[in-house]
């Protein structure tokens, strides 16, 4: 594949990450990297950890053992926005967005951390904000065009089929230009026609954008086709990690996947 060429050295890396809600282990010093421009899929069984191990990431949630390392700074303890500002978007298993606001304006959401302007600026640097703006609206479009969503630019979210709606949570997360790109269950309820096009989004992003994508992932065949490696969770802990044809062949997948007693 010449995908594989492309692929970089470590951009992220969670070592021995240990994170608990009361008595539960939701993962279980789980430890693996994340190399640049690559696709890595997280799967396993529901309540494996795998949402738990995306806000560990994006800083949602704080393991109490473990360590956090992306592009290169080793990081204990960090709140979502100082994510966001490293360079690190992502999207959400229930859709994000606001409802009753157009497409547009969702996705310039998007792009709040890249306004560097205040208000104050504004009232007194009235020029440059403006030329701030347009560089902003500009990105916008570029994304919606690229993402093929110029047709519903104006209308509400709330009223768009949920494939669509995935798809300009998708758009959001990419109007903040992240290194990283953090998808959980991206085409989750999706029909096989929006689940082919969604795949071929993800893949473009991450040829045409060089975005480094993690993606959590039920869909076997989808993973087979898009991922260039995948990491395994059950119980919260890592049980294989490799290539699609590798972890598929792994006994401990094929246990933890036929539901095999532990
Ligand atoms: N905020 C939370 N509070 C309490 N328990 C949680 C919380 N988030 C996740 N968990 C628990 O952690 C485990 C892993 O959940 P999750 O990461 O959502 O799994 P997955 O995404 O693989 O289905 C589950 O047992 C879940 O109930
Ligand atoms: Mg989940």
Request: proline share 4%; net charge negative.
């Amino acid at each position: 594949m010449n995908r594989q060429r492309r692929i970089g050295p470590p951009i992220l890396t969670v070592e021995d990450i240990c994170l608990s809600f009361g008595g539960v282990k939701a993962l279980d010093r789980v430890s693996f990297e994340v190399r640049e421009h690559e696709i890595l899929a997280i799967i396993g069984p529901n309540g494996a950890g795998k949402s738990s191990m995306l806000n560990v990431i994006n800083g949602v949630y704080h393991p109490q053992e473990g360590s956090v390392t992306f592009m290169g700074k080793k990081r204990h303890r960090m709140r979502p926005h100082e994510a966001a500002a490293q360079g690190i978007a992502r999207t959400f298993q229930n859709i994000a967005l606001f409802k009753g606001m157009s497409v547009l304006d969702n996705i310039m959401t998007g792009r709040n951390l890249k306004m560097k302007t205040s208000f104050l600026e504004q009232a007194l640097y009235w020029g440059r904000a403006r030329a701030e703006e347009i560089e902003h609206r500009r990105k916008v479009e570029e994304i919606i065009d690229f993402l093929e969503i110029e047709h519903i630019r104006k209308t509400p979210v709330g009223r768009l089929p949920y494939g669509l709606q995935k798809r300009v949570e998708l758009a959001r997360a990419l109007a903040a230009e992240p290194q990283l790109l953090l998808l959980d269950e991206p085409m989750a309820g999706m029909n096989v026609e929006e689940k082919q096009d969604m795949c071929r989004f993800v893949l473009d992003v991450n040829d045409e954008f060089g975005t480094t994508i993690v993606l959590i992932e039920h869909d076997m065949g989808v993973v087979m086709d898009i991922s260039d490696r995948v990491v395994v969770l059950d119980y919260g802990r890592k049980i294989a990690e490799g290539t699609p044809e590798e972890v598929r062949a792994h006994p401990a997948v094929i246990e933890a996947y036929l539901g095999v007693a532990h």
